[in-house]
């Protein structure tokens, strides 16, 4: 056999051989292929628990810290209600002074809030935890509640948002506080663990939730912190991938992915450093405007906050957050607003609310935005500012306040007014314009100038313009009123219309016109009357010459006569008085001693008369002088009672005198005040009966000293009292009865009462008494009295 026959023969052989090599090598190909994917699988399962495992511990060692800030918390507010037991502090003050506590009331006063309000759950919450045993718990309205027992047996609790105690956490992830049936926190219920476990619990097919929990201490309460952790992921699928890659081509697969990588990260490093400026740049101008940036999806109900909308909203960091948590921040009356802000969003495409911040101190915000269409997956996403307007909002408060004061001004002013723009467009009135010119049903804002001085025709009678100033006019209503309508240009091209009620000022110019024509009329008439005074003066004065002569020829024959009859008186006086005393021996006859006593008396009292008669003539000559002397105004009073008091005894008439004690000196003269007195303490016992009583009183009243006499006597009528201080004057009580006297005493003591500078009083009740006084200044007699009083007849 040749060799190329045994070649021959050996090829067919050697074919199978190769390839069951071949065969041989690719099932150890996919022996080792499968063999890497094995391992590669376990290994990356083993990662997969790995990470469980971590996710696990990371998120229940972050749940303890939670439960232990929480308990902290709770530890504080008892505190602050023991602080409240101890040492009786404010409630509210130790409420404003611990963090995140809005109020600390006793369980009884939580009781009696009104139903549906968040005391009144909160009583209900305590109740339950003093039933259990348990410190902190959950209401109904979300609130932490801690209830302490202080020593007087009464129960303290603390009411704090359950957001306040609770620090925020990414969109990502979710807190929930759990207490029995109520549930709390910014996770979404959906989301929430259904119990207080920790582990994974499945959602779906390739979905499940990862769930850290820790109690919370003092109480039955669980705090979960929960992560989404799909199935798989996409790191599992890039695994997967890489796998497949390093099985197919390894060393292609891990050089291009290199230098993608590479490309990509140099890429990333660019997007990034440029976005960092344009990051730099946009916050340097929000934070200089008070403003930040915010993104919203309706699809996910997250919000984006950037670093100075979170700043503005009372928060650390940018990140995102749920619609409620950032109601959370929203004060309580405005979060129905902003939620119907975000809901009306979705329908109209724009968002813009105003609303004041919960947080201290409190800060007017407003919320702008429009939606915007992402092209990549066709996505509305609305995104804006938001603005701290505190300062534009309290400058409009002042701009408001300032217009409603200057409104209450204007509506206040009875006269009319009227504001007009550049157009000379009614711009506003008052209440007075439409009153008075009867426009209250057509006056409406935007009317023309020429339009409504038509209008108010009607109620106008007449009206001229002013002769000086052209913008002002004069206009009589129908109602007989006179108004000065004054119209003034305004800073910015406007009109000012004031109208000022002169219907007085015209009526006194027309009254003045009236009097003008009066006064030269009388004018005319007393030219014309000249001549008739003339003579009527000449007339006068002979006649007033012959009275005057008169006058003096009466006070010369009083005078005279006083003098000529005082004579033989006090002869008649003088030897009646020795017969009535019997000097020289009996008379004999006791018939002869009391007619001796007759003819004194009789004497006595012409003596008086005429005594009075001449001080009544000198003093109508202007002889009659006094002495004013520094002297007690008691004195002179108690020695005029004390000389007439028998006068009164025998008349069985009660005289009593009454004095104010340390009265001051006055100067006045001795003599004519007892002379007054005597004069009105006589009058007095004269209209008296028996039986009654008579009050002589000196006090102080005032700059003056007030001598009165008061009598219980018949009383002078009404109609009689002014001409009593006339000389020669007399008033009878009654027709049948007659009394001695020349009717001078009166006018004597009003005289000498002048005379001193002060004044005589008289007042009177028929059949009841009279009170008869006079006054003596303190401070003596004015210059040119004290100077006529010293002048010597």
């Not at 004095?659 to 004269?686: F, Y």
Request: proline share 4%; hydrophobic share 40%; net charge negative.
């Amino acid at each position: 056999m040749s060799q190329t026959d045994a070649t021959a023969q050996s090829e067919p052989g050697s074919e199978p051989s190769s390839e069951r090599d071949s065969s041989r090598l690719k099932w150890t190909i996919a022996g080792i292929i499968l063999l890497m994917a094995g391992a590669l699988g376990l290994k990356a399962w083993d990662e997969r628990q790995t990470a469980d495992q971590a996710s696990l511990s990371g998120l229940q060692a972050e749940a303890r810290a939670i439960a232990a800030s929480l308990t902290g918390h709770a530890d504080t507010a008892e505190m602050a209600i023991r602080l409240i037991a101890d040492t009786g502090a404010s409630r509210s003050a130790v409420a404003r002074a611990t963090p995140g506590v809005d109020a600390v009331v006793s369980l009884t006063d939580a009781d009696a809030a009104p139903d549906g309000s968040r005391l009144k759950e909160a009583a209900r919450t305590g109740k339950a935890l003093l039933k259990e045993g348990r410190r902190i718990g959950l209401s109904e309205q979300g609130d932490i509640v801690v209830i302490s027992e202080t020593g007087k047996g009464a129960s303290v609790l603390a009411l704090a948002p359950a957001g306040t105690w609770l620090p925020p956490v990414s969109s990502a992830g979710r807190l929930t506080l759990i207490d029995g049936p109520q549930r709390t926190g910014n996770g979404v219920e959906a989301l929430a663990p259904p119990g207080a476990e920790t582990g994974f619990t499945s959602l779906g097919h390739f979905d499940r939730l990862a769930t850290g929990c820790a109690p919370v201490d003092g109480g039955g309460l669980m705090l979960c912190t929960s992560r989404q952790a799909p199935l798989f992921t996409l790191d599992d699928l890039i695994r997967i991938l890489i796998f497949g890659l390093l099985l197919a081509a390894p060393v292609l697969a891990i050089t291009g992915l290199m230098t993608r990588l590479t490309r990509k990260e140099e890429e990333v490093i660019i997007d990034e450093v440029r976005d960092d400026e344009v990051n730099r740049i946009m916050n340097i101008v929000m934070h200089g405007a008070r403003a930040g940036y915010w993104e919203w999806s309706h699809e996910s109900n997250a919000v984006y906050l950037s670093d100075g909308a979170s700043e503005l909203m009372g928060m650390r960091g940018h990140g995102e957050l749920s619609i409620e948590d950032l109601l959370q921040q929203v004060h309580p009356e405005h979060r129905d607003r902003i939620r119907e802000a975000f809901r009306k969003g979705q329908e109209i495409g724009w968002v813009q609310a105003h609303f004041m911040t919960s947080f201290q101190p409190t800060r007017w915000m407003e919320l702008r935005g429009s939606v915007t269409e992402i092209s990549d997956d066709h996505r509305r996403v609305f995104g804006g500012i938001i603005l701290d307007i505190t300062e534009r909002r309290q400058s409009e408060d002042r701009v408001k306040a300032a217009e409603r004061r200057l409104r209450g001004a204007i509506e206040g002013f009875n006269g009319p007014f009227a504001l007009w723009d550049h157009r000379r467009r009614l711009l506003y009135w008052n209440r007075a314009f439409a009153l008075d010119f009867g426009l209250e049903s057509t006056l409406r804002a935007g009317m023309g100038h020429d339009t409504v001085m038509i209008a108010r025709a009607g109620a106008l009678r007449s009206e001229q313009p002013s002769e000086t100033d052209p913008q002002t006019t004069l206009v009589a209503l129908n109602d007989g009123r006179w108004l000065k309508m004054v119209e003034r240009p305004t800073a910015d091209a406007g009109l000012i219309s004031v109208g000022v009620d002169v219907t007085e000022n015209v009526r006194n110019e027309e009254e003045l016109k009236r009097q003008k024509a009066q006064m030269r009329k009388t004018a005319l008439e007393l030219e014309r009357s000249e001549g008739r005074a003339s003579e009527l003066s000449r007339k006068y004065s002979e006649e007033k010459a012959k009275a005057e002569h008169a006058a003096h020829t009466k006070s010369a024959f009083l005078a005279n006569m006083s003098h000529e009859l005082r004579t033989p008186l006090n002869a008649i006086n003088g030897f009646s008085e020795i017969i009535s005393n019997e000097l020289y021996g009996p008379l004999g006859d006791e018939r002869y001693k009391g007619y001796a006593q007759d003819i004194l008396t009789s004497g006595q009292h012409l003596l008086d008369m005429i005594n009075d008669i001449l001080d009544m003539a000198k003093i109508e000559a202007g002889k009659m002088t006094i002495d004013p002397q520094p002297i007690d105004p008691i004195d002179p009073v108690d020695a005029a009672v004390r000389m007439i008091r028998r006068k009164a005894e025998d008349k069985e008439i009660e005289l009593v005198l009454d004095t104010q004690p340390h009265l001051p000196e006055i100067d006045a003269d001795h003599r004519a005040i007892r002379q007054m007195v005597l004069n009105l303490v006589s009058n007095a016992i004269k209209f008296t009966d028996a039986g009654g009583k008579i009050t002589v009183c000196v006090e102080q009243r005032g700059p003056d000293i007030y001598v009165g006499v008061t009598d219980t006597g018949i009383g002078i009528p009404a109609e009689d009292l002014p001409r009593l201080a006339t000389p020669f004057e007399q008033v009878t009580g009654s027709k049948d009865r007659n009394y001695d006297g020349t009717g001078l005493g009166l006018a004597l003591t009003k005289s000498f009462a002048e005379m001193h500078g002060g004044r005589m009083i008289l007042s009177s009740i028929e059949g009841e008494g009279t009170t008869v006084a006079f006054t003596l200044p303190i401070s003596g007699l004015p210059d040119d009295m004290e100077e006529g009083a010293r002048d010597v007849a």
